[in-house]
């Protein structure tokens, strides 16, 4: 993995995705910066790369951080099969207890990790998240996944790199790299949560 989630979604209440709820409309102000097709010819590019990497799908395990980045990882999953005809195992990977602002924040509710039978160790690893931002989250990831096991490579997928890095963090896979100001807001919206796919931006000035 490149030494690269919603990064703003907890690091920055400016931020997005897990902060939506279901069916939520666009606010005013937001406009569309990726809708349905363009989240969809992402999506199907991003798969062809992951699997052109990885030599074929028979070691590859996507885990996607919660909430948006889990359904990120099936849909990826599922293109990967339809490619190859060979299933690809996904699953996700709650970070909570790894976050490095436990104690700035509220207290939150954990999350679900679900592995494959066979664990991590061995697999390329493909993390899927929905935005990257500061890349603490992706960190809080890798020290996470570090107590399951050991896999062969770890990789990161995201739909959309907003900048504002503050660690040595960069995606192998990326949607859309989408320059942001630190007083916008990115939203990722999801049929599976939201009712539509889209991506969404609000506010600041660049």
Known sequence: MNVARNQARDEDPRHDGDQTLDGQRPNDGERAVLEAPD????LTRI???????????????????????????????????QVEGHPVASGSLDVTMYRDDLRLKPARALGRTELPEEGVDGRIVVLVDDVLYSGRTVRAALDALNDLGRPTAVRLAVLVDRGHRELPIRADYVGKNLPTSRAETVRVCLAETDQRDAVLLRGGQR
């Open 39 to 42: 989240i969809n010819r992402a």
């Open 47 to 81: 798969a062809h790369e992951i699997l052109e990497r990885a030599k074929g799908p028979e070691k590859l395990l996507l885990l996607g951080i919660p909430t948006r980045g889990t359904f990120l990882a099936r849909r990826l999953a599922d293109r990967i099969e």
